[in-house]
Each structure stands twice: as C-alpha cells, then as structure tokens.
C-alpha cells in the first residue's frame, strides 16, 4: 500500500517535472534534491534491514555450529564415560581376586549386578573368557546367548583385540559405539583385574567385561535437555541430511547420526526485532510520502505559478480577452492546422473610429467600459472556434478558420459594424462609436501571423482613409501604395535636408478697401524627382512620419523673416494639429517670436477643427498658452467639416477662416448662400472676424463683402507668391484685380 502511494506520487513527481523543465533552475534543483533524499532514505533503509539480516543468519549458523558441537561433545563423553564404568566394574582388587576364584558366579551375579533387568549402567552385558566365549550373558535382565561378534558386529572383535593386547596393563579397556539388532548402542569392553599390583590375576585366564548401553530416545532427550539442543534424535547412516553429529563405530564406519531441529535465534532476535525496524520504515516512509507530497504540492503551485503566469502574459487586463501575444499564438496554431488541413484563415483587425473622443471627453474610466462592452459584444457575435483579441487601446482582432476557397463571412463583417453603429450604453452615458476593419486571408495557412497582421493592419488604414465605419479586405495594391508613401517619406526627409522646400505667400485683403492687411504662409516642396508636390499631399506625410515638426519650425522661421521685413503687414502662419501634440511646440514658437522681434500681435497661428474636436482639454491649455504668448488664433477652413458652435463658444478664436467650398456652394445653390449668411451672422453674433478665402471672382468678393467678411483671401486678388515677389506684391499694398500675380 505504501509502496503503491509511493510509486504514485513519484510518478506524479516525475510527470510533473517534464511539465516545468522549462522553470527555473532552482526549481529542478529542488526536484531534484527532493529526489534524491527519498532515494537516500530508501538506501539506508534497505541497509539496515540487509544488516539485520546478516545478522540474524550470522547468529543462526553461529548457534547450529555450537549445536554440532555439543551433540558431538556428548557423543564423546557418553563413550569416555563409559570407559570410566568399565573401569570401576573391573579394576578392582576384590573383583579380581573373586572373578578368577572358583564358584564366583554368585559374586558375579551380586556384584556386577548383570542380571539387573533395570539397570542405568547398561542394557545388556557379556563376560566373556579367554577365548571370547561367554561365560555369562544378560540383556534386559534376561540370559541370552547370542555371540558379540553376531549381536555387535564385526567390529566389535578388533576393539576386543586391542584391550586383549593391553594385557592387564594400562588400554585394557575399551569403548565405542556399535549398530545393534536393537538399535545403537555405546558399548565397554575391559579386562577384570587388580587395582594394585598385589594382587595378580592368572593371565592365561583374563575375563572380560562388557557393558552394552543403547542409545535410546530417552537417553538422547537426556542429552537433548543437558545441551539445549531440540528435537535431537537419531538417523539412520543412509538417511542422514547434511550437518548431522556422525556417529562412527570404532573402524571409522558411519553408522547412525544425530540430528535436531535448528533453533535459529537469529530469526528469532530477527522476528522479535522486525516489528520496530518496520514502525521504523513505516515512520520514514511516511516522511518519504510528506516529503514526496509536499514536493509534488510545491512544484504543482510552481507549475500553476506558470501557467497561470503565461496565461496572463497572453491576456489582456481589461477585456479578459487574448491580447497581442495570445493573438499571435492563436493565429500560428490555427495556420499550422490551415496547412494541415487545407483550411484557410481570416483576420479581422478593428480600430474603433471616435474611441480617443470618448476618452477625452468623458474620461478613461468610461473608455475603459467602452472597450470591456465591445469586448463582451464582439465575444458574442464571433463563431465558436473563433479567437478575439484586444491589440491595445482601442484595436481589436477576430480570427477564424474558413473552409478552403469559402466566400468571408459577410455575415459578421454586417454584424460587427452593425454591432459598433448602436450607441453604447455605459452606465448613465450613452457614446457612439464606430468601427474601421481591415481583413486579410491566409490561403491554406500560406501567410505567416506577421505578415496576415500587417494586410489586415494596412486594409483596415484604408478603411480609415476613405472614410471610416467600414470593411476593407487587403489588396496587394495597398502595399504598392505604402511602398510610395514609404518612398516619399524618404523623399520628404531628404528634402528637408537639402532645402527643396520653400515658402509661398498670399495676399489676405481688406474686403473694403482691397488693401493688402497680411500674408498667409503656404509651404511648398519643389521635389527634384517629383516636381511641385501639393501641401495636400505631403503635409499629411509629414505629419503622420513626424517630419512636421521641423517642417513647421522651418516655416515659422521663414515666415517670421519675411514678417520683419514687411512690419505693417500680418502674417498667418499655418499649425498642424500634429505640432500641437509636440511638448516643445509652444517653447519653440516664444524662441522665434523672440529671436524675430516680431510683435505677436501681428502673427496668426492658423488651425484646424479637427485638432479641438479630438483633444478639447489639450487644445485649451494650448491655446491658452499661445494667447499668453500675444499671437492670434485663427479658426481655418470653417464649415469643411463639422463645425460646431460648440466649440466656437467654448474657444475664443479672433478669426474664421471660411473653407473655400462654402465660396464654391454659393455658386448655384441658394441654400449655399443661406448657409454662408447664417454662418456669417453667428460670426457676427460670437463678436469673431471671418476671413473668407478661395475668392476667385468680383462677385464673390463683393457678395463676401456685402455679406459681412472683412478679409477676403483667393486667386482674385493673388496666387500664393514667392518671397521674390514680395516687394512688387506690396509695393502698392493693393492687389485688387491683380488676380495674376503668381508664385
Ligand atoms: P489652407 O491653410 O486653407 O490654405 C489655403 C489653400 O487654398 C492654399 O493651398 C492656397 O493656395 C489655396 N487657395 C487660395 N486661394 C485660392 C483660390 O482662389 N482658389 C483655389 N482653388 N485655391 C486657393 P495650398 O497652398 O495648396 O495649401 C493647402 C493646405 O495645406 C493649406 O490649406 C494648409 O492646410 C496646408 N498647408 C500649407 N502650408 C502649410 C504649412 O506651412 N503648415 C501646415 N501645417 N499646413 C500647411
Ligand atoms: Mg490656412
Ligand atoms: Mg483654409
């Protein structure tokens, strides 16, 4: 039962332990060190018990050996003593002297007590004349006749022959055990003679005596309980086992044995001893399995600690959702079975449109709900074996495995821009948001996870570009397109170094008088390769690459320079929501202020909406901080885009600057004016002054005029010029009808 627990913690151990190979070192050193104490443990257990039973078997060979020893000893000292009773019997001056009289019989009969049926001394006894013959022969107290040669064996006579030669001298006496009809017997022969050499006994007549006592079971207990041995009795010479006591008659023959029963006393101590050795492995292998337990727990929370670490490593706090990694992981396993199978895979990449606004307005807490409540929505909408991950911030992405060649799923491209033009409700708030996706489709698993990112990464840009709350599947065009973009980003750094860039200026008028009253800055880039490349085009690289910043500075400079010149002229400086986000932007611009000498007064920053609408407590504290700087705010392209009156109220601009495309709807609509006049009479409302630009005809200027604009701006009055055309520009300060001027 232990040994089972045992083997199955260790196996748990050992499984365990292919699980954290990749932990850390201190770890498997752990693991291994508690490995290695249960198997020193074990060791020493296995030891002690192999000493124990050394030991014991030590002691058992040690006591059979004492065994054989004594038995043997009796043996030998049930034949010397015999011969000791023979020699009381028989060397004795009163025996020799009546033996070898005549008429001793009696005396025979009385003193040696032959006829004694129950004698201790002997069974049966012979005396025997000089020629061997029996003169007297007794056993069990009975006379017999049977010849010593017949009842004793053969041998019998080669012990007599010996005593016979003694004489009545010293060796006239004899023992030795012999193999009778009766069993076993311990048989003394000796010669009846004088104790003391006065008395002489006739040599021609010698008799001898002789003792035959059996070796029977009683006598044999005897010895057994005199020399602690057990079960001691006699087996015959033909069936005697290994480590018997021999019992050899005198010739050396084997004619019977002694065997006992092995009392093994180190078994014994062994058996006595058992019990506590195994309370002793009981308690150590109890502490084994602890030990092993506490190990297999230990390295179990390791092993959680891992996993539980790595599934956090994959997952995104927030939204409880896969993050970039877990994304990434899932999509290679479901590419690697796309090549299996033949599958293809999807990839849907979301960036929600308007999610910084809700930040910014309402707070993080609030952007946080919103990303958890797209989380559960989207969660809810995407297949089953579907993977959703948060990317960060406000991008998400679902993949899923289609089958090879099927059409996407137009079903949940709808749904999840469906999903995204239900407001959100967020507590007490309610936010809309939208959604801009990109997809990109990896035949058969052939795109790697980068790179089936990266399309649906640039698809979904696309879909931003052209407008937002819309899918856009990945085109390999889109990557020609970047190429250029990435090409021309090259360009516009290199431009900036070399000078290709120059600024332009055009004219802002009186609407009244027609005088020029300032200068707007335009930037141009005179490209080697590309020629004249539109602001429209590289300002928005520029401000995505954040070469802005330099460029801004290079046309602030410049502006500045020209500024200083023409002092009674104002100028309008271009700002790119870009430059704002720039910490340095505000301690850059009161550096060139300063090193121009420029009075602020007569400088106009000029900005778009989009910048207020994205980050309105940033832009306040921006143009608060510019305001302290003394320069202008103005509000550029007005009624392009959103415009509200909100943030015109919220924000005190000191100019509008009316889009062009409020000009160009004047043209045939009558709504177009009435936009215009109701724009203008807000203005007017606000106390703010509106500048109207994009003026190409008389009419609208004087249409501008009538309606309220008291700076007019276009191609009417001047084309953006040079710096060369500066003087003659201004020489008479009035450009009125000189629309031809031109940079
Ligand atoms: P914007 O600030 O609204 O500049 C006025 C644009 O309208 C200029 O285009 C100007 O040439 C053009 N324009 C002026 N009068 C007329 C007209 O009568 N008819 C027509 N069709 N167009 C007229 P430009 O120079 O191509 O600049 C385009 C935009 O690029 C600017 O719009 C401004 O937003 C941006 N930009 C130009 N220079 C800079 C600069 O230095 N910094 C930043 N951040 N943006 C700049
Ligand atoms: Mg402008
Ligand atoms: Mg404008």
Redesign the pocket.
């Known amino acids: 039962m232990l040994l089972l627990t045992l083997c199955g913690e260790m196996h748990k151990l050992m499984t365990n332990l292919v699980h954290i190979i990749r932990l850390k070192r201190q770890h498997v050193v752990l693991l291994l060190l508690l490995v290695s104490f249960a198997v020193v443990v074990m060791s020493v257990m296995a030891v002690v018990l192999t000493a124990l039973q050394t030991v014991a078997s030590t002691t058992n060979a040690l006591d059979e050996s004492r065994s054989r020893q004594a038995v043997t000893g009796a043996l030998a000292t049930l034949k010397s003593h015999m011969t000791a009773t023979m020699v009381d019997y028989t060397v004795w001056d009163a025996a020799a002297q009546a033996v070898y009289a005549p008429g001793a019989e009696d005396w025979i009969l009385d003193n040696f007590d032959l006829a004694n049926g129950g004698s201790k001394i002997f069974n049966a006894a012979y005396l025997l004349g000089p020629d061997d013959n029996i003169l007297m022969a007794y056993r069990r107290g009975e006379p017999f006749s049977t010849p010593p040669s017949d009842f004793l064996s053969p041998a019998f006579a080669d012990m007599l022959n010996v005593v016979r030669g003694a004489g009545v001298g010293d060796g006239a006496e004899a023992s030795g055990f012999f193999r009778t009809p009766e069993g076993i017997a311990v048989v003394g022969v000796s010669t009846i003679r004088g104790a003391t050499p006065d008395v002489t006994v006739p040599q021609d007549r010698l008799q001898r005596l002789v003792f035959v006592l059996y070796l029977d079971q009683a006598r044999i207990d005897s010895i057994a309980e005199t020399y602690l041995v057990k079960d001691l009795h006699l087996v015959d010479a033909a069936s005697l086992p290994p480590g018997a006591a021999m019992i050899a008659d005198p010739a050396g023959r084997v004619i019977a044995g002694l065997t006992w029963t092995a009392q093994s006393p180190g078994d014994v101590s062994f058996r006595h001893a058992r019990p506590y050795v195994l309370i002793a492995m009981a308690i150590v292998g109890a502490f084994v399995v602890l030990l092993v337990l506490a190990g297999s727990l230990v390295i179990g929370k390791l092993r959680g600690d891992e996993i539980a670490a790595r599934k956090m490593a994959l997952t995104d706090r927030l939204s409880g959702l896969g993050n970039r990694l877990g994304l990434f992981n899932g999509l290679q396993d479901m590419l690697r079975q796309a090549q299996d199978d033949g599958n293809d895979v999807m990839l849907f990449y979301l960036d929600m449109d308007g999610f910084k606004e809700v930040n910014d307005v309402y707070g993080h807490a609030t952007g946080d709900r919103l990303i958890m409540s797209v989380a559960a929505g989207l969660a809810h909408l995407i297949p089953e074996d579907a993977v959703l991950a948060r990317l960060g911030g406000d991008e998400f992405a679902i993949a899923l495995t289609l089958r090879h060649g099927a059409q996407p799923p137009q079903s949940l491209e709808a749904m999840i821009l469906d999903f995204f033009s239900e407001p959100f409700v967020l507590g007490d708030r309610i936010v809309v948001v939208g959604v801009s996706v990109g997809t990109a489709i990896s035949t058969s698993g052939s795109i790697d996870a980068d790179e089936l990112l990266r399309r649906a990464d640039i698809a979904m840009y696309r879909a931003k570009a052209e407008g937002r709350g819309r899918t856009i599947a990945y085109d390999a065009a889109m990557d020609n397109a970047l190429a250029e973009r990435k090409s021309m980003e090259v360009a516009l750094r290199a431009g900036l170094r070399k000078k290709e860039f120059f600024?332009?200026y055009?004219p802002v008028v009186n609407a009244r008088t027609q005088e020029i009253v300032g200068l707007?800055?335009?930037?141009?880039w005179d490209s080697p390769q590309m020629g004249m490349v539109?602001?429209?085009i590289f300002?928005p690289l520029?401000?995505s690459s954040g070469v802005?910043d330099k460029?801004?500075l290079f046309?602030?400079e410049e502006?500045l320079r020209v500024a200083r010149a023409w002092p009674q002229i104002g100028i309008?400086?271009?700002?790119?929501p870009?430059?704002f986000r720039n910490p340095f932007f505000i301690p850059s611009v009161a550096h060139l202020l300063e090193a121009s000498g420029v009075p602020p007064r007569t400088v106009t920053l000029?900005v778009?909406e989009g910048y207020f609408i994205h980050n309105p407590a940033h832009a306040r504290g921006t143009i608060e901080a510019l305001n302290g700087l003394g320069v202008r705010i103005a509000l550029?392209?007005f009624g392009a885009g959103f415009s509200s009156i909100g943030y015109l109220k919220q924000f005190h601009f000191d100019r509008l600057?009316l889009?062009?495309s409020m000009?160009v709807a004047l043209e045939d609509m009558q709504r177009g004016r009435e936009m215009l006049q109701a724009t203008l009479a807000l203005a007017a409302a606000l106390d703010i002054p509106v500048t109207a630009?994009?003026?190409?005809t008389r009419e609208q200027a004087a249409f501008l005029h009538q309606c309220g604009c008291d700076q007019l701006?276009?191609?009417?009055?001047s084309?953006?010029v040079g710096e060369a055309g500066l003087p003659t520009l201004l020489a008479g300060k009035a450009a009125r009808g000189s629309?031809l001027l031109s940079a």
């Open positions: 600024v332009a055009q707007e800055a335009l930037l141009r539109s602001p429209e300002i520029a401000e802005i460029l801004g046309v602030m502006a309008s400086i271009n700002v790119s870009a430059q000029e778009t550029d392209d600057k889009d062009r000009i630009e994009g003026i190409e701006q276009g191609f009417f009055f084309r953006p629309g």
